[in-house]
């Protein structure tokens, strides 16, 4: 999920019963999942970037997650308004306007090099991309039949999956280049550069979003609208009456938080002494293999999940992250090496794209294969947690989604706890992630209400 995967707080139809010839906007559909991953897995490349050029604590670094999917918590509720006010057409277009804004507010970020308007710019974005993916998967649905509405969303979050894959090697590229303190004036100068770099890609999504967003805006799309505003049947009491939702939101804040502190601190622990003090720019290209891994593991959890009921698989999974975080803090894999070819883009120049090993500790492979594991716990507990909800179905949708939020609170955490007692022990803030993950898997996953919660009706 933290790549930014198909989500959707509501359930939608079209209101008329053609949904034939659209398939250019189901191709732009379809390609914003590509953006949405490729912007949010920048957000790692960027923390080391950022870090150096305001020589930044890990805590403070952050708070890029912070703010970015701080937005999430914040901008669910009113994204589901104005969504409900302007209809999912003009959602759409209004979302791509404000991600659009917030990319090219990296130009005067970096030019004024103050962290707090970066983190101003990504809030922007984070919020855009909120109002994005409430409006983006009814409409999915809706430009097809609806009986292959899911592997439509599928291959969304296929395209959503290979973008966190590429997204750290291009942003790597050109993002961590090398910088000489030789080859400038002063340190100032050098930061300077640094970040100028930034902008290139920022400045390139911002057109490419802009330019959907016109696409979008002429297109003829079809009209959609929420079964929630259709229903006439009587709802009493709410989705926080199920203690299998809550429960669930909480599997849903740690899970998330878990991926997302994993992706946010591996770069600046391979850095690291102890981790071999690899180069930002291939620390960026091992990241690359923590989300790719995530989209291997996404093709082969969607096979499995045929035969295997959803709170058996998210067992399985839990389990084994929670291990291969545990054994990445032992002696034994950090004293133990090995070497993992990665890919690397050279843009100085002229451009190139090579492989090169890079010599680390099993306890990176360990935290990389983790992202594997993390793939299909999001298709996993969200069922789980707002299964038998009846007519709170959508309410219960929306505040799992709301716990997105976990990716702002724990790598913020986690990087308290790197710059207290270091990168190493800061992972104990994953194992607590992961135990909760598999008492949920095998308790908490139990749909029920909680007790005397409709005494009164």
């Known amino acids: 999920m933290a790549g930014g995967g198909p989500i959707s707080t509501n359930t939608t139809s079209t209101n008329n019963g053609n949904n034939k010839g659209y398939g250019m906007a189901l191709a732009l559909m379809v390609s914003l999942f590509f953006m949405?991953?490729?912007?949010?897995?920048?957000?790692?490349v960027l923390i080391p970037s950022?870090?150096?050029?305001?020589d930044l604590k890990a805590w403070q670094a952050m708070l890029i997650q912070f703010c970015f999917f701080g937005a999430y918590f914040i901008m669910s509720y009113p994204a589901g308004i104005l969504i409900k006010k302007v209809g999912y057409k003009m959602g759409l277009t209004i979302a791509l306007a404000v991600m659009g804004i917030g990319l090219l507010l990296f130009v005067p970020a970096s030019m004024v090099q103050m962290y707090g308007v970066f983190l101003f710019a990504l809030f922007v974005v984070g919020s855009g991309l909120t109002i994005l993916q409430v409006a983006i998967?009814?409409?999915?649905?809706?430009?097809?039949?609806?009986?292959?509405?899911?592997?439509?969303?599928?291959?969304?979050?296929?395209?959503?999956?290979?973008?966190?894959?590429?997204?750290?090697?291009?942003?790597?590229?050109?993002i961590l280049k090398e910088f000489l303190l030789t080859d400038y004036e002063s340190v100032e100068a050098m930061n300077m550069a640094k970040a100028e770099a930034v902008q290139g890609p920022y400045v390139i999504l911002a057109a490419v979003t802009f330019g959907i967003a016109i696409l979008l805006y002429f297109m003829k799309l079809p009209k959609i609208s929420s079964e929630?505003?259709?229903?006439?049947e009587k709802t009493t009491g709410s989705a926080f009456d199920f203690n299998h939702l809550i429960y669930g939101a909480g599997a849903i804040f740690f899970y998330v938080g878990a991926e997302v502190a994993i992706g946010s601190i591996l770069i600046l622990y391979l850095a690291e002494d102890s981790m071999g003090a690899i180069d930002e720019k291939l620390a960026s290209s091992l990241l690359a293999y923590y989300w790719g891994s995530a989209m291997i593991?996404?093709?082969?959890?969607?096979?499995?999940?045929?035969?295997?009921?959803?709170?058996?698989?998210?067992?399985?999974?839990?389990?084994?992250?929670?291990?291969?975080?545990?054994?990445?803090?032992?002696?034994?894999?950090?004293?133990?090496?090995?070497?993992?070819?990665?890919?690397?883009?050279?843009t100085e120049g002229g451009f190139a794209m090579n492989f090169e090993p890079v010599h680390v500790p099993v306890a990176a492979f360990c935290l990389i294969l983790v992202g594997l594991f993390n793939s299909v716990m999001w298709p996993s507990i969200f069922p789980l947690g707002i299964a038998k909800l009846g007519t709170h179905t959508s309410q219960g949708s929306g505040i799992m989604v709301m716990m997105v939020v976990g990716g702002a609170v724990l790598?913020?955490?986690?990087?308290?706890?790197?710059d207290s007692i270091g990168y190493k022990f800061s992972f104990v803030i994953c194992i607590i992630c992961y135990l909760y993950i598999f008492w949920f898997a095998v308790k908490g996953y139990k749909a029920g209400k909680i007790a005397q919660a409709y005494d009164s009706e």
């Open 137 to 174: 998967n009814p409409y999915i649905i809706a430009l097809g039949p609806e009986s292959t509405g899911a592997s439509r969303l599928n291959l969304g979050g296929a395209l959503n999956s290979f973008a966190t894959f590429l997204g750290p090697i291009i942003g790597g590229a050109y």
């Open 50 to 54: 950022l870090k150096g050029i305001f």
């Open 411 to 418: 790598p913020l955490l986690q990087g308290l706890i790197a």
């Open 36 to 44: 949405i991953g490729f912007i949010t897995v920048l957000n790692d």
């Open 228 to 232: 929630d505003d259709e229903t006439t």
């Open 297 to 346: 593991g996404r093709l082969v959890g969607s096979a499995l999940g045929q035969g295997i009921k959803a709170q058996l698989l998210l067992r399985g999974v839990a389990f084994i992250a929670l291990l291969l975080v545990v054994v990445s803090m032992t002696g034994i894999a950090l004293n133990n090496w090995m070497d993992i070819p990665v890919m690397v883009i050279q």
